[in-house]
């Protein structure tokens, strides 16, 4: 049977994955009776609830007499390692776009690196059923950005597929009316434009994983694509490492892909994707050789982290109450098996402490480890993200973003100077129908925190969209601290109404009363910039007088609800996050008030 080999790439909620679905139906992949759900790509809760692609997801389809791989990627920024080494597995590319929003920052990404490969594109309009849809518009962004990222002329006469993948319709026109059921005028497109991978059958084995997977029975396991020659369940091969060592192994299970299966064959040809065991530690980018032919491929490149935080065991009067596994064992073990299939974290145990540092790449990157672990039942505490900073030819530099901000007028004032005092430098401004856009350069500490204020100022109908630059000298007086202060407990036990209501005007709370808190716990946002400390325990007094004055019941505001990226974003250095798979608190290192208060003041006389 014949390959085809693609990737679907696109600007976070573009369609890709509601597109691999429906040619997952137009190509009857699934049995009459087999349960599926919309985006049966998205295998992990996380992502079904946010509707985002996490890690890429290899799938495959029959049409005609071709065996069709498709790679569906990540759309967000913090996943764009995962884009970069699927290209070196494919021979074009379907380049998803919406045909209102047009062309978006992670658009500009994701096609720069196809490009680079000189690979094929199909530009596929998506939405094309949205009232608000405009085609020819879009297909002009899609052109400029071409233009704009250097494409040839070849590159530059892409064909055009026009979809809505919601409603599982296509066809090769913008006219609406023309919309048909099914996938195929895309599928036949593939077929006609995407070229055949090149291969030699009988040359000596070469295959180079690009992404890892794990399963407790086999443990890691290595997808790729092969390059040349042929592969067999428990043919022993040699790997050429990264440090151009040689291992020799033998492949225990070989699997290749159909529909949403991995499916364990006993051998596969050059050109097919498959995924491989037995090597326990097999990583990006080293070569799988047929033995006494050792030529290792050029090594994948694989993007730094930009952005780490410390996770440490839970150390609050709390701890062990409601998560399972809360020892450091158990989460330095979690931790480091999530390396073993995401090669864009790392992790190092901090000295003499139960303690580590995560690194990756980007705050919804590391959040998104954080609720996978807190909802596998584990108990523990993180600090605030920060930036990893570079040494670049003797000088420290800095992560920087593209950044790209749709706002209505009326709010672009205030976005303009907090981005300002961020040190953001703005590129571009353009506005439209009562919307502006503008386009930021600005240091990736910048944008720490700064999602809240965002939502806060614009009421929620800012949209910022931001991808990695590059590195550049630091900028040391980039402002990204907390403004306001906070309220803090001074002892622990039960939130009362009768407190909660005494300390309403001091701030905003973040609990209600019936609460259980402790001596260091936040509990609220101060209106003023310094913290205060709160007795949030406190009851009323009873005594045999009779009030002059009737009681009136306490009526409370609604506390604020803050998600986990958002406390992410809002805590201080001096402060940690508590996540159990019951609850998320906000705490102070030093919980001891005194001590807490003895080194705010030398802190103080430092500065």
């Not at 410390?310 to 709390?318: C, E, K, L, M, R």
């Not at 965002?454 to 000298?473: C, E, K, Q, V, W």
Request: aromatic letters at 8%; one cysteine or more; a negative charge.
């Amino acid at each position: 049977m014949k390959i085809k080999n693609i990737a679907i790439i696109a600007h976070v909620d573009h369609g890709k994955t509601t597109l691999v679905d429906q040619l997952l139906q137009s190509t009857q992949t699934f049995r009459e009776n087999e349960v599926v759900t919309n985006c049966v790509m998205d295998s992990n809760d996380i992502e079904k609830e946010r509707g985002i692609t996490i890690l890429a997801k290899t799938t495959a389809v029959h049409y005609k007499d071709y065996k069709i791989n498709i790679l569906d990627t990540p759309g967000h920024a913090d996943f764009s390692g995962e884009v970069e080494r699927i290209m070196g597995m494919v021979d074009g590319v379907l380049l998803v776009v919406d045909a209102y929003e047009g062309t978006m920052p992670q658009t500009r990404f994701v096609l720069k690196k196809a490009l680079e490969y000189n690979h094929k594109v199909i530009v596929v309009i998506n939405k094309i059923d949205k009232p608000s849809a405009r085609p020819a518009v879009v297909i002009d962004q899609v052109l400029d950005l071409f233009i704009d990222l250097g494409a040839n002329d070849d590159q530059l006469d892409f064909p055009v597929v026009y979809t809505s993948a919601v409603n599982g319709t296509s066809s090769l026109s913008e006219d609406v009316a023309t919309q048909t059921k099914g996938m195929i005028p895309l599928l036949d497109m593939i077929l006609k434009e995407i070229p055949d991978p090149t291969y030699d059958y009988d040359a000596p084995l070469q295959f180079q994983p690009a992404l890892l997977d794990y399963n407790e029975y086999v443990g890691r396991i290595g997808i790729g694509r092969i390059t040349r020659g042929k592969m067999k369940v428990n043919e022993i091969v040699s790997c050429v490492r990264v440090d151009r060592s040689i291992k020799k192994f033998r492949i225990q299970k070989l699997y290749s892909f159909l529909g949403l299966k991995k499916i364990e064959v006993e051998e596969a040809n050059a050109g097919d994707i498959v995924a491989i065991a037995g090597l326990d530690d097999i990583y990006v980018g080293e070569t799988i050789c047929e033995e006494g032919y050792e030529e290792a491929l050029p090594l994948i490149q694989i993007s730094e982290p930009t952005v780490q935080m410390n996770f440490g065991t839970n150390t609050s009067p709390f701890s062990g109450k409601e998560g399972q596994f809360v020892t450091g064992r158990k989460i330095e073990e979690r931790l480091f098996k999530e390396t073993q299939r995401d090669v864009s974290l790392k992790v190092k145990r901090v000295d003499n402490k139960e303690e580590w540092i995560v690194s990756g790449r980007g705050e919804l990157h590391l959040s998104i480890l954080i609720e996978n672990l807190r909802r596998e039942g584990f108990e523990f505490q993180v600090s605030r993200p920060r930036v990893i900073l570079k040494e670049i030819d003797g000088v420290t530099c800095e992560p920087y973003e593209y950044v790209q901000v749709d706002v209505p007028d009326e709010y672009i004032g205030s976005v303009i100077e907090m981005l300002g005092n961020r040190r953001g430098s703005l590129e571009n401004m353009s506005s439209k129908d009562g919307q502006t856009r503008l386009i930021y350069t600005i240091p990736s500490k910048g944008l720490i925190g700064f999602m809240t204020d965002f939502l806060t100022a614009t009421r929620g109908y800012g949209i910022i969209n931001h991808s990695f630059l590059d590195y550049r000298p630091i900028q040391s007086d980039v402002f990204t601290g907390r403004k306001l202060g906070v309220l803090v407990s001074i002892n622990q036990g039960m939130a009362t109404a009768y407190a909660c209501g005494g300390i309403e005007d001091r701030g905003e709370l973040l609990i209600e009363p019936g609460i259980m808190v402790y001596e260091g716990m936040i509990v609220g946002i101060c209106n003023r910039e310094e913290d205060l400390a709160v007795n949030i325990t406190r009851e009323k007094q009873m005594t045999n007088q009779r009030s002059a004055t009737k009681d009136t019941t306490v009526v409370l505001k609604k506390p604020k609800v803050f998600s986990l990226e958002n406390y992410l974003s809002f805590i201080d250095d001096d402060e940690l996050v508590e996540v159990t798979p019951i609850s998320i608190r906000l705490r102070k290192m030093i919980l001891d008030t005194v001590e807490r208060k003895k080194f705010d003041s030398t802190k103080m006389k430092k500065h």
